[in-house]
């Protein structure tokens, strides 16, 4: 297991295949996946297993745990994924629990880095359903510009991003 970055209150690590369940509990909270991609349980156990697959390939495009330094506690999920050529999209949930503490922005800036720190990276960006204003709130504490929304699979969503020249 690979810790991937780490700030003053989590770190973003490599699942284990033991925490599969823990993974797939997670997106089980309506509120928790209320804003997110709706996928079933089959999807979810695939999307699990090629994170546990990749890991070995690449540290810089993933699905990781985000835990809780003090605890070790799951805290959430984020990945970093290829949106086009250059250009790689950000994407996080986080247990109820931890909303509202400032944690989403903090793994926010540190993943960004994290992210930019592939050569050939030239921009990171994020997107949002409309009604999602924390996470848009979150994004751009962590320094993503808004722009113009874009359609996803028939579904206006709300667009960020973060060039490597603006950090």
């Not at 880095?113 to 979150?138: K, P």
């Not at 510009?145 to 028939?154: A, I, T």
Request: glycine content about 6%; overall charge negative; proline content about 3%.
């Amino acid at each position: 297991m690979s810790i991937i970055v780490q700030t003053p209150r989590v770190f973003i690590r490599e699942f284990l295949p033991e925490e599969q369940e823990i993974y797939l509990n997670h997106f089980t909270d309506e509120k928790v996946a209320l804003y997110l991609p709706k996928r079933d349980r089959e999807e979810r156990i695939n999307i699990f297993n090629n994170a546990l697959n990749q890991y070995p390939i690449t540290k810089t495009i993933g699905v990781w745990g985000i835990f809780n330094k003090a605890n070790g506690e799951f805290i959430g999920s984020c990945l970093l994924r290829p949106f086009n050529d250059g250009i790689i999209e950000l994407g996080y949930s986080l247990e109820q629990k931890y909303w509202g503490q400032g944690i989403a922005t903090e793994m926010a800036i540190a993943m960004t880095s994290h992210g930019l720190s592939d050569t050939n990276t030239l921009e990171i960006v994020a997107v949002t359903v409309l009604e999602n204003l924390v996470s848009q709130r979150v994004l751009e504490k962590a320094g993503f510009k808004r722009m113009s929304n874009l359609s996803r699979n028939g579904e206006e969503l709300a667009f960020f991003r973060v060039r490597a020249l603006d950090k």
